[in-house]
C-alpha cells in the first residue's frame, strides 16, 4: 500500500532550538495537509498545499512556524525558535480530495 | 470553521448500535469520517459529497443532510476492533477551489466484550 512518510518519528529538542518535520506524499497526490494534535486542541489544521502553491497558514503562529513544499516529493514544517507548549504530534496528510486522505504516522516533538 | 460532534464518548458492549452527530454552522461542501486508534494515525473511513447522500462501509454507515448541515455516523453490530475516536472532517461550500478540511474535536468509542 502507498503510504505518506514523515521523518523524524520522534524528536526531543530544547527550547530555542530548530526542529525540521519532512514529509513524502503519496505520489500522485495533489493536496498536503499540515496537522497538529494535542489532548487539549484536537487535530488543529495549520497549513495546507494543492499542487504544491500554499492555499492556507491561518492556523500556524507566523512568527515561528513555516511551511514550504519545495518540490512534488517533499514538503516541509519548521518551528523556529520551538517552545514547550509546541510539543505534540505533528501530521501530515496527503490525497486528492473526493477520495480521502492518507495521514502520514506522525512526528511526536517534545520540547523540553 | 471547526464542526461540533457529539456525544464526546461512547461505551458500547459488543453487538450494540451507536451514532455519532456531526454539525456544522456553514454551508458544506464535503463531510469526511476518520477513525484514529491510540497511538496510530487517523484512518480514512468516507467522505460524503454535497447532494445529500449515505454510503456505507461493512457495518459503518452514513448519512449526509445537507439542508441541515449535519452528517451522521453509524456503527451497527459494533465489534471490539471498532473502538477508537471517530473525527469527523468538514470542507466548506464558501470555500471554493481551497477546500481546507478542518476536523471536530472527536468521539471516543470504547466496545467492551
Known amino acids: 500500500d502507498a503510504r505518506v512518510t514523515q521523518t523524524p518519528r520522534h524528536k526531543v529538542t530544547e527550547m530555542g532550538q530548530e526542529v525540521t518535520m519532512r514529509c513524502q506524499p503519496i505520489l500522485g497526490h495533489n493536496t498536503v495537509f499540515w496537522y497538529r494534535q494535542t489532548m487539549m486542541q484536537g487535530l488543529e489544521l495549520l497549513a495546507y498545499f494543492r499542487n504544491r502553491a500554499p492555499l492556507d497558514d491561518s492556523g500556524m503562529p507566523k512568527d515561528r512556524f513555516s511551511a514550504e513544499m519545495p518540490d512534488a516529493t517533499l514538503a516541509t514544517l519548521k518551528i523556529q525558535p520551538s517552545e514547550p507548549r509546541d510539543s505534540a504530534v505533528y501530521f501530515c496528510?496527503?490525497?486528492?480530495?473526493?477520495?480521502?486522505?492518507?495521514f502520514g504516522s506522525g512526528t511526536r516533538l517534545t520540547v523540553v | 470553521q471547526q464542526p461540533v460532534q457529539s456525544p464526546q464518548a461512547v461505551i458500547l458492549r459488543e453487538g450494540e448500535d451507536a451514532v455519532i452527530n456531526c454539525s456544522s454552522s456553514?454551508?458544506?461542501?464535503?463531510v469526511h469520517w476518520y477513525r484514529q486508534k491510540h497511538g496510530e494515525a487517523p484512518v480514512f473511513l468516507m467522505i460524503?459529497?454535497?447532494?445529500?447522500e449515505q454510503k456505507g462501509h461493512d457495518k459503518i454507515s452514513a448519512s449526509f443532510n445537507e439542508k441541515k448541515q449535519q452528517s451522521s455516523l453509524y456503527l451497527t453490530a459494533s465489534q471490539l476492533s471498532y473502538s477508537g475516536t471517530y473525527f469527523c472532517?468538514?470542507?466548506?461550500?464558501?470555500?471554493?477551489?481551497?477546500?481546507?478540511?478542518?476536523f471536530g474535536s472527536g468521539t471516543r468509542l470504547q466496545v467492551q466484550p
Open positions: 472532517g468538514t470542507e466548506l461550500s464558501m470555500d471554493t477551489g481551497r477546500r481546507a478540511l478542518t
Open positions: 460524503l459529497l454535497k447532494g445529500g
Open positions: 496528510a496527503s490525497g486528492l480530495g473526493i477520495w480521502g486522505y492518507t
Open positions: 456553514k454551508a458544506l461542501y464535503s
